[in-house]
């Protein structure tokens, strides 16, 4: 419990930004220790036991929590304009859900409207979201079109507007995708500029034959949309994104693996020695695609998001394990939110319905829940795939992703024994349906620092309308780009014995 500030002369009373959490465990990516933390101005001044401290600084009891660094949720789409609508969190109840949940910053995703150039784009996102977001965010830009333009445009992105990534759509054939000629174009762009080639890998040819025999067969509820892109479609596309990457050596991150068979394709890249990284949703992680199934429309429809969530009621744990075994990395939210008439868009077919799910609120709370007191997943792992892996990616580390004297004073203190069930009668998003309705999940938020403000305290929301800044993202992210140049130095095929045996190693750790 937070001890009550202890009226000190004013001369001695420093405005609100010195705090100190004490008697909590730090945890980081690798490893957990008893230390005090105190801030200072935004910034993580010192660590450690009986910390001298100035007066007029704020105490926070942390007994029996972990002290963790700010969540980084790098998949969003606030107020995104897709398929005939709107989502419906924006960036200032997007941001406030996320801090509700121990996230602290966020990275969305600008799409460029149809004719609108990626610049132009930019600037419209940056205009938006600087006076709304409650905490800090950066920005990855989708390229949903080649042409003469793209190359400069993305060259400006990277030398003047802090982006570092850059999302190719290898699926919504006719609207956002690129054919493998320009995805060999653009990940050779994205290696010149010190960039990181993010895909949306689905095979969209596949789909649109599909889907267009599915409808013909008069199948046109939320069910046609699994139906008309099972895993191996997402499989296919994500080893084929992987080989293309590593021909023209440009590192690679998938967004949003969705199944065992994608994750597996991913996983067996790395094994290669493919410089890749995976992420997956907190929805893949707690829920499942029999839903598809579920006599409500509404209800089938609120799960519609693509790649789709899996039938098979195994999916969930199989991807946990990955991110346990280090198959995948990261974990997003892709908080894309639709209510009920925008869903319904779709009412007669399911190619209509527009994608999107929720998650920004309760990614961290669902791999808690399914991963940590699961007992599958220890608490450094946890903040590797919630937060670190994700800052050193996208060069946001140490600033971003750690507890560290010099870090960012964004900081979460965990309670992993407190409850809560997941509602959307309660959430703090803006939508009128939550996918894990219901969920008991452990491990809450009980205080968010953001900049060394306390935006979450004692469970209550006090976030701050425009408090967040916008993140510069650095080219030639070290995690990233020290990797590509190991493998460039390797001779071609030796990789395959160690493959083998760290995938061999990989599977033996998945049955344990
Ligand atoms: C359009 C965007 C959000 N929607 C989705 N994942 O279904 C994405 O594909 O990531
Ligand atoms: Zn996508
Ligand atoms: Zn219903
Ligand atoms: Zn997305």
Same mark, same amino acid.
């Given at each position: 419990?937070?001890?009550?500030?202890?009226?000190?002369?004013?001369?001695?009373?420093?405005?609100?930004?010195?705090?100190?959490?004490?008697?909590?465990?730090?945890?980081?990516?690798?490893?957990?220790?008893?230390?005090?933390?105190?801030?200072?101005?935004?910034?993580?001044?010192?660590?450690?036991?009986?910390?001298?401290?100035?007066?007029?600084?704020?105490?926070?009891?942390?007994?029996?929590?972990?002290?963790?660094?700010?969540?980084?949720?790098?998949? #969003?789409?606030?107020?995104?304009?897709?398929?005939?609508?709107?989502?419906?969190?924006?960036?200032?109840?997007?941001?406030? $859900?996320?801090?509700?949940?121990?996230?602290?910053?966020?990275?969305?995703?600008?799409?460029?409207?149809?004719?609108?150039?990626?610049?132009?784009?930019?600037?419209?996102?940056?205009? #938006?979201?600087?006076?709304?977001?409650?905490?800090?965010?950066?920005?990855?830009?989708?390229?949903?079109?080649?042409?003469?333009?793209?190359?400069?445009?993305?060259?400006?992105?990277?030398?003047?507007?802090?982006?570092?990534?850059?999302?190719?759509?290898? $699926?919504?054939?006719?609207?956002?995708?690129?054919?493998?000629?320009?995805?060999?174009?653009?990940?050779?762009?994205?290696?010149?500029?010190?960039?990181?080639?993010?895909?949306?890998?689905?095979?969209?040819?596949?789909?649109?034959?599909?889907?267009?025999?599915?409808?013909?067969?008069?199948?046109?509820?939320?069910?046609?949309?699994?139906?008309?892109?099972?895993?191996?479609?997402?499989?296919?596309?994500?080893?084929?994104?992987?080989?293309?990457?590593?021909?023209?050596?440009?590192?690679?991150?998938?967004?949003?693996?969705?199944?065992?068979?994608?994750?597996?394709?991913?996983?067996? $890249?790395?094994?290669?020695?493919?410089?890749?990284?995976?992420?997956?949703?907190?929805?893949?992680?707690?829920?499942?695609?029999?839903?598809?199934?579920?006599?409500?429309?509404?209800?089938?429809?609120?799960?519609?998001?693509?790649?789709?969530?899996?039938?098979?009621?195994? #999916?969930?744990?199989?991807?946990?394990?990955?991110?346990?075994?280090?198959?995948?990395?990261?974990?997003?939210?892709?908080?894309?939110?639709?209510?009920?008439?925008?869903?319904?868009?779709?009412?007669?077919?399911?190619?209509?319905?527009?994608?999107?799910?929720?998650?920004?609120?309760?990614?961290?709370?669902?791999?808690?829940?399914?991963?940590?007191?699961?007992?599958?997943?220890?608490?450094?792992?946890?903040?590797?795939?919630?937060?670190?892996?994700?800052?050193?990616?996208?060069?946001?580390?140490?600033?971003?992703?750690?507890?560290?004297?010099?870090?960012?004073?964004?900081?979460?203190?965990?309670?992993?024994?407190?409850?809560?069930?997941?509602?959307?009668?309660?959430?703090?998003?803006?939508?009128?349906?939550?996918?894990?309705?219901?969920?008991?999940?452990?491990?809450?938020?009980? @205080?968010?620092?953001?900049?060394?403000?306390?935006?979450?305290?004692?469970?209550?929301?006090?976030?701050?309308?425009?408090?967040?800044?916008?993140?510069?993202?650095?080219? @030639?992210?070290?995690?990233?780009?020290?990797?590509?140049?190991?493998?460039?130095?390797?001779?071609?095929?030796?990789?395959?014995?160690?493959?083998?045996?760290?995938?061999?190693?990989?599977?033996?750790?998945?049955?344990?």
């Amino acid at each position: 419990m937070t001890t009550p500030v202890k009226k000190v002369p004013i001369h001695l009373q420093s405005s609100q930004n010195r705090l100190l959490i004490k008697n909590g465990k730090v945890v980081n990516e690798d490893g957990i220790f008893d230390a005090d933390v105190f801030v200072e101005d935004g910034v993580i001044k010192e660590l450690g036991r009986n910390l001298i401290i100035p007066g007029g600084t704020r105490t926070i009891d942390a007994r029996g929590r972990y002290i963790m660094p700010g969540g980084i949720d790098p998949h #969003t789409h606030f107020e995104l304009q897709m398929m005939g609508a709107r989502s419906v969190d924006d960036f200032y109840q997007g941001t406030k $859900a996320a801090l509700a949940g121990g996230t602290t910053s966020v990275i969305d995703f600008v799409i460029p409207q149809q004719d609108e150039g990626l610049l132009e784009a930019y600037e419209r996102y940056r205009m #938006t979201a600087d006076e709304k977001v409650c905490c800090d965010y950066a920005l990855h830009v989708a390229v949903t079109k080649w042409d003469a333009k793209t190359r400069e445009e993305m060259a400006t992105l990277v030398q003047e507007h802090g982006v570092n990534s850059f999302k190719f759509f290898m $699926a919504y054939r006719d609207v956002f995708m690129l054919r493998d000629p320009e995805l060999i174009e653009a990940f050779k762009v994205c290696k010149s500029l010190g960039a990181v080639a993010m895909v949306h890998a689905e095979n969209g040819d596949i789909i649109y034959e599909n889907t267009k025999k599915l409808l013909a067969a008069g199948v046109t509820g939320p069910e046609g949309h699994e139906m008309s892109r099972p895993e191996e479609v997402e499989a296919e596309a994500v080893n084929r994104a992987c080989i293309i990457a590593n021909q023209v050596s440009c590192p690679l991150y998938v967004v949003h693996v969705m199944s065992r068979s994608a994750a597996d394709a991913l996983s067996d $890249a790395r094994a290669r020695g493919v410089c890749v990284w995976g992420e997956t949703l907190a929805a893949a992680l707690g829920t499942d695609g029999t839903t598809y199934q579920h006599k409500c429309w509404r209800h089938a429809a609120g799960h519609v998001l693509s790649p789709p969530l899996r039938p098979d009621p195994d #999916t969930p744990e199989a991807l946990m394990k990955k991110l346990v075994v280090d198959g995948l990395q990261v974990t997003g939210s892709d908080n894309c939110t639709f209510n009920a008439d925008q869903k319904a868009l779709g009412k007669d077919d399911f190619s209509k319905i527009p994608n999107g799910v929720n998650g920004v609120e309760d990614r961290m709370s669902v791999v808690w829940e399914k991963g940590v007191h699961a007992g599958l997943m220890d608490p450094s792992r946890f903040v590797a795939v919630t937060s670190t892996n994700a800052a050193r990616i996208f060069n946001l580390y140490p600033r971003k992703g750690v507890v560290a004297v010099g870090s960012d004073a964004d900081i979460v203190v965990w309670d992993p024994s407190r409850k809560r069930i997941i509602s959307a009668e309660t959430h703090h998003q803006a939508v009128d349906f939550n996918i894990f309705e219901g969920m008991e999940v452990h491990g809450v938020a009980e @205080y968010v620092i953001v900049g060394g403000r306390v935006c979450v305290d004692e469970c209550q929301i006090k976030a701050v309308h425009g408090f967040g800044k916008y993140l510069e993202t650095l080219p @030639y992210p070290a995690y990233v780009y020290d990797a590509v140049e190991e493998h460039e130095k390797q001779p071609r095929g030796v990789a395959r014995s160690e493959a083998d045996a760290k995938r061999q190693h990989e599977e033996d750790l998945a049955l344990t």
